[in-house]
């Protein structure tokens, strides 16, 4: 059973950055597509980014565009999600997430469903 483990959320005021990391318990990383979900109060978990698991594909929600920047380091195991410029509307639950779908080849999908294994998420509050 693949396990993974966000950290790295807090409280930061408007404008301020966060890196969050979700570090990966797979054999091999790069069969995994890796994706960031949030999940505010009220709503319903959406796709922020997914990187796909060795060919460099990425994808971003509109509204993290140009703010946010996912990466990985499969040797670590580790995936990393950059925010930077944060706004109040960014506050929610972070998860990542893996999917094993083409081994990890191919463009990476930011659906909820297409992910298998889910980390237990990190609190990330913007506020002054």
């Known amino acids: 059973q693949l396990q993974l483990v966000e950290s790295g959320g807090g409280l930061v005021q408007p404008g301020g950055s966060l890196r969050l990391s979700c570090a990966v318990s797979?054999?091999?990383?790069?069969?995994?597509?890796i994706g960031w979900f949030r999940q505010a109060p009220g709503k319903e978990r959406e796709g922020v980014s997914c990187?796909?698991?060795?060919?460099?594909?990425?994808k971003y929600q509109d509204s993290v565009k140009g703010r946010f920047t996912i990466s990985r380091d499969n040797a670590k195991k580790l995936s990393y999600l950059q925010m930077n410029s944060l706004k109040p509307e960014d506050t929610a639950v972070y998860y990542c997430a893996a999917s094993r779908r083409g081994l990890g080849h191919g463009p990476c999908n930011p659906g909820v469903a297409w992910y298998t294994y889910w980390g237990q998420g990190t609190q990330v509050t913007v506020s002054s």
């Open positions: 797979a054999f091999t990383l790069n069969d995994y597509h």
């Open positions: 990187i796909s698991g060795s060919d460099g594909w990425t």
